[in-house]
């Protein structure tokens, strides 16, 4: 029994010194602008609101369920909780303990990003490693690099949209698939991924197994059994899951299938053509790694099959009238590992020639223009979140001008305010209320009373405005000489970033 026990505490530790020493020195690059890029844009918009919500609600109001923000909310589709389950069960006793150190709510906001960023930069990892067995270090440090100086991949880490969820599962399914081993479980990864959290996962399953079967490494008979097996339980789960927490029957992705392929709704947010993938999305998912994607092709065969599945997951989704980035996550580090495999081919043939030697500078260039790019973009983005900043202010503002009224504070926070960074981990609770009711005219927001207003309109009648919240308008690019080596000399890009009033904060004239 003791040698049981010891031989338990044993394989116990060894998981953890293994766990621990992947977390390598250079790995921190990584897990250091993942916490720069939480502590610059902590604020979320309206495509990671189901998610983060339901954490919060999972968090906070518990088996609590008609207190759940998607109950007055739902949303145009519905998603599955499963993903914010497995967030919030992670986060919960961090969650805790900064309550007992009574910090607000909104640090829990930090602390589930964190989290988020943590399990993605952990399945991240356990696909950089496969990358190493399969291609040698000096590939896999390459790929690291990359993605790190990038801007979308390391970003969307942190954020709830059901693509971050997606795509750990899918880095997962990557790892075994250059490994060589438990096909099984790569089908059962992909399945559950599309079944569960995103339904546009499966042009990614069916190109990933037809190269498995061409490669012989897993039979057809095996292939569907496992996928049908695989299919069959997570159906089952998200299914019994979902339905008890919305309420009603339901499988969340079937809805969102339904509704984006059989209905086209989804074109109602915008069509672009057939070519934005390759034109617009991927140049700048990838910033300069795009260029080295070729190279990548032309000097390793072994990357070929890999960066053909990425390449005809796009070509497939590209038939599809609406188009966003986030749509394709599941190809870029499959892109990012045939440009890193380019990379480490230049740095390793560098000394050989002048010509191999001037290729490596090249390419040491696209990688730091990668990351000026990533600075422009990430000075850009953290302007676009008025609506968290909204909030923020007012409950400020509130204890300087309001500090001797007792009663109720209600607060009605407009549709800019909510798509741009409000959520619940920035509200408040007693005496405060907060309500996100659409289509109301200024005449109803008076005749209802609210203490607060958070609106795009400057000035609402019967409410006095007290402070405007900034957001981007427009980054100007420095055209005069002069100020473009101002700029330079002063190690500065020549970019301006302009902002404008956005929100407004009003207060009922009658407090």
């Known amino acids: 029994m003791v040698g049981g026990i010891a031989g338990v505490g044993s394989q116990y530790w060894q998981a953890i010194t293994c766990f621990m020493s992947l977390w390598e020195a250079r790995l921190w690059l990584l897990l250091t602008v993942l916490g720069l890029h939480i502590w610059l844009a902590p604020y979320t918009k309206v495509e990671e609101s189901f998610n983060l919500q339901a954490t919060h609600d999972l968090l906070f109001h518990r088996i ?4 759940y923000d998607h109950q007055a909310f739902p949303g145009v589709v519905p998603r599955s909780f499963l993903g914010a389950i497995v967030l919030a069960a992670t986060a919960s006793p961090f969650v805790f303990i900064s309550q007992l150190l009574g910090c607000s709510k909104l640090a829990a906001l930090y602390i589930v990003r964190g989290c988020l960023g943590l399990l993605s930069a952990t399945c991240f990892l356990r696909l950089q490693r496969a990358i190493e067995a399969h291609f040698g270090r000096s590939v896999g440090s390459a790929f690291l690099v990359l993605t790190a100086v990038q801007f979308h991949l390391p970003y969307y880490m942190s954020r709830t949209l059901p693509n971050t969820f997606a795509l750990a599962l899918i880095n997962l399914a990557y790892a075994d698939l250059l490994r060589g081993c438990h096909p099984a479980r790569i089908i059962a990864l992909l399945t559950f991924t599309s079944v569960v959290l995103r339904c546009d996962t499966l042009p990614l399953l069916g190109l990933v197994a037809l190269y498995m079967l061409l490669t012989r490494q897993v039979t057809l008979a095996a292939g569907i059994a496992a996928g049908l097996l695989s299919g069959a339980a997570s159906l089952a789960l998200t299914v019994v899951v979902d339905s008890v927490l919305w309420g009603r029957w339901l499988w969340p992705e079937g809805s969102v299938l339904w509704f984006n392929t059989a209905l086209n709704k989804s074109s109602e947010w915008g069509v672009m053509p057939p070519h934005w993938y390759w034109t617009s999305a991927l140049p700048r998912a990838l910033l300069g790694g795009l260029l080295l994607v070729p190279l990548g092709v032309l000097l390793e065969r072994r990357v070929r099959p890999y960066s053909a599945i990425a390449a005809g997951y796009v070509a497939l989704y590209s038939y599809l009238p609406h ?4 749509f394709v996550f599941g190809a870029l580090p499959l892109f990012n590992l045939t440009a890193a495999a380019a990379l480490a081919r230049l740095h390793t043939n560098r000394r050989k020639s002048t010509q191999q030697f001037l290729a490596w500078l090249a390419a040491a260039g696209v990688v730091a223009g990668t990351a000026a790019a990533t600075i422009v973009m990430v000075a850009a983005s953290r302007l676009n979140y008025p609506g968290g900043h909204a909030l923020a202010r007012l409950h400020v503002l509130d204890e300087a001008i309001a ?13 800019l305010a909510a798509m741009t960074g409000v959520s619940r981990f920035g509200t408040q609770g007693e005496p405060w209320h907060y309500s996100k009711e659409e289509g109301r005219s200024q005449q109803e927001l008076l005749a209802r009373n609210f203490t607060y207003l958070i609106s795009a309109q400057p000035a609402i009648p019967g409410f006095q405005t007290i402070e405007a ?13 002069q100020a473009i080596l ?9 970019l301006y970033f302009e902002t404008k009033s ?7 004239t009658n407090r």
């Open 64 to 67: 609590k369920l008609s207190e």
């Open 323 to 326: 188009k966003e980035v986030r």
């Open 403 to 415: 500090e001797h009224w007792q009663g109720p504070k209600t607060v009605h926070i407009g549709v």
């Open 486 to 494: 101002r700029s330079l000399h002063n190690v500065q890009l020549p």
């Open 469 to 481: 919240v900034e957001g981007l308008h427009r980054v100007r690019i420095s055209k005069a000489p």
């Open 502 to 508: 956005q929100l407004y904060i009003h207060r009922g």
